[in-house]
Structures are given as structure tokens and as C-alpha cells.
């Protein structure tokens, strides 16, 4: 690994976990994966690190996520087995974090996404400022919400999860606090100053002791979304929000319309299933699922060119419409079960 990609600090009680490939907006890679990992499992038991914080070293960003183009190039070489590898140490990690012994801070500081939420998601105490966008906006590249963005979306109040997987909304502060995304907001120019504090005292008291922020705007309320996303499927779904008046009804409609068709009926099945289940491993486990019969399908490669490689905006989807998609071969994706397995919960001395 590039070794400025990670900056690993130990400061009186706080062991400081860094991303910093800014250019790539701290995009995860498999080498990233591992020094992380290989951090956490050395401090789990170290007795002069009391607290970890993971940060990043740009303003811009926390993480945009995981590194798409590196995982569609491995789907080209190594095929769904080679390509699922990350997702499946990503999704491992993120379980990893949340069942920590120590308390983990994150400062989801900047865009945090995809994967960059299932890195600092699911930590004890998770810190927004007035800098955050955070999203999962997996149905524009032909996946769905994963690394336990499923879970959080699915215990978010009301409907309104269901409405930011299908629509990849973007959350401030307040509406990722509201979303269950996030746990404090603060001042982004404070940052500095609570590192500090970490360094010599409990992460409970220095979290407890940070003053209110005033709220933003967060978008239409849970009442509000209800008839349209209480639909029964996908056409009607859509069919509400077309003949819905208001603005943010409008832009629901002009996101999924840019997204792949098959990701949407995949989401709104998931985010249904999701609820149902006990807790975020088993939520993690459902989406390593899916994932791997997602990148089967030639949707997710034709995603990535259109967004990230041509840049052209103009994926070609298999099916392009909504109508055209087989409910059967959706359901087939929620029961599959691949070849490959999260193993969850971690053996005690695994990450990988």
C-alpha cells in the first residue's frame, strides 16, 4: 500500500485512524481495507488505547465510498468472485466496527458514502458537521444500498429510508441525524478541538459535553412522503409521484428515472426485507447476496462506464423501464444464496 493513503497516530488515550487519498476522495481500496483492519485488531487489546477516531485528512471528504473502478476492472479480469472480494471485506469491517469493544468516533466530515457510511455508519458515536453530505447511491451504478446502508435505511422513521435508497438522496447533518445516519452534529471549525479532547478524555464525556447545532433544512417530512412511498411496487411508485405536484416529488421521479430500473425493484424488495430482520449482520448478509447477482448482471459494468469511465451519463439498462422488469428474477436475487459467505459474526482475530 501507498503508505500516505492511511496516517495511523497514537495520541495520549486515542489511537487516530486517517483516510487520506484525497484525489480519489478517499475512495476505499482493498489495500486501505486491510492496514485499517489490521489497526483495529492490533488495538482491540492494546490497554494505552482507550478510544479510536477515524477522520480524514481532507475537508472535502470522509469517503465517497468503495473503489468502483478497481472493482469493475477485477470483474473483467477475475470475474463476480474476484469483483465481490472487497464488498465482502468492506461489509465484514463494517460489522467489526460495530461490535468494537472500545468506543470508535467517526467524523463523517464531507461526502460520505456507499461504502464510506458502512465505515463510519456503525460506530458508537458518529459525527456530522455542517460540511456532511451523506448518501447511498448505489441505484445509479446498478447495485443497491449496501455496507449496512440497508439497515440504517430501513430503520429510519417512516418511509422515508425507502425514499433516499431509491432515490440516492443526499442527507445534511440534520437529515442524517433525523435518518438515524448520524448521532452529533457539530461545528466543522470544532473538529480540531474534540480530536484534542479525545486524546485525554472518555469519548462519552467529550460527546455528552457538545453543544446543540441549529437545524437545516431536511426535505419534506415523514407524513408528507407516505402515500406516495407506500406503494405496493415499483410502477406504482412512480406512477404516484408523476402525478404528485410538489417539487421534491418531481426530483424523486427525475433520480429514478436515471437509475438502473433493476437496482430500484432490488431496493424497494431489500429495503421491505431489511426491515424484518434481527440486526445488521444478518442485514449484511442479505446485501453481500444480492451483490454478487448484481455483478452477474451486465448493469453494473455498463454503470460504472457511463459514470466514472466515459462520463457520458447515458447507461444502457437491461431492462431500460421499469415495467420491463421481471419480478421474478427479483425475487430470485432475494433468495439466492452465492457461493461465497460473510461468515458473520467475526472470529475474535479475523477481519479479512
Known amino acids: 500500500m501507498e503508505p500516505e493513503l492511511i496516517e495511523i497516530t497514537h495520541t495520549g488515550r486515542l489511537g487516530r485512524i486517517t483516510l487520506n487519498r484525497p484525489r480519489a476522495l478517499n475512495a476505499l481500496n ?33 469517503s465517497a465510498g468503495g473503489d468502483i473502478r478497481a472493482i469493475r476492472a477485477r470483474l ?7 469483483a465481490a472480494t472487497p464488498f465482502r471485506t468492506s461489509y465484514r469491517m463494517a460489522s467489526l466496527l460495530a461490535g468494537y469493544p472500545k468506543p470508535v468516533v467517526s467524523f463523517m466530515d464531507g461526502i460520505a458514502m456507499g461504502g464510506g457510511i458502512g465505515l463510519g455508519g456503525h460506530v458508537r458515536y458518529r459525527v456530522v458537521t455542517e460540511r456532511s453530505c451523506l448518501a447511498m447511491p448505489e441505484t445509479a451504478i446498478a447495485l443497491t444500498p449496501d455496507a449496512g446502508g440497508s439497515y440504517l435505511l430501513s430503520r429510519a422513521p417512516g418511509l422515508s429510508g425507502l425514499r433516499l435508497a ?10 442524517a441525524l433525523a435518518a438515524g445516519f448520524a448521532d452529533r452534529q457539530v461545528v466543522s471549525s470544532r473538529l480540531d478541538s474534540i480530536r484534542d479532547a479525545l486524546a485525554h478524555q472518555p469519548a462519552g464525556v467529550v460527546m455528552d459535553s ?7 433544512d431536511a426535505g419534506p417530512d415523514t ?24 417539487d421534491w416529488a418531481q426530483a424523486d421521479l427525475a433520480a429514478m428515472q436515471r437509475a438502473c430500473p433493476f437496482s430500484l425493484w432490488v431496493t424497494f424488495a431489500a ?37 466514472l469511465i466515459d462520463k457520458d451519463n447515458a447507461p444502457r439498462w ?20 452465492s457461493a461465497f459467505s460473510l461468515n458473520l459474526p467475526l472470529a475474535s482475530t479475523d477481519s479479512n
Open 223 to 246: 407524513a408528507e412522503i407516505a402515500p406516495v412511498y407506500s406503494a405496493p411496487d415499483m410502477p406504482e411508485l412512480m406512477g404516484r409521484l408523476s402525478s404528485h405536484g410538489a
Open 318 to 337: 437491461t431492462p431500460a423501464r421499469i415495467r420491463d422488469v421481471s419480478e421474478h428474477e427479483v425475487a430470485c436475487c432475494l433468495r439466492a444464496r
Open 210 to 216: 457538545l453543544p446543540p447545532c441549529p437545524p437545516l
Open 30 to 62: 482493498m489495500d486501505m481495507f486491510h492496514a485499517i483492519g489490521a489497526c483495529l485488531l492490533a488495538w482491540r487489546d492494546d490497554p494505552g488505547i482507550e478510544t479510536v477516531l477515524l477522520d480524514s485528512a481532507s475537508p472535502k471528504a470522509f
Open 166 to 175: 431509491l432515490t440516492a438522496g443526499r442527507m445534511n447533518a440534520t437529515a
Open 271 to 307: 429495503w421491505h426485507a431489511a426491515r424484518r430482520l434481527p440486526d445488521l449482520d444478518h442485514a449484511l448478509e442479505q446485501e453481500f447476496q444480492l451483490v454478487c447477482h448484481m455483478l452477474a448482471r451486465p448493469d453494473f459494468a455498463e454503470g460504472v462506464r457511463a459514470l
Open 76 to 82: 473483467e479480469t477475475g470475474g463476480v468472485a474476484a
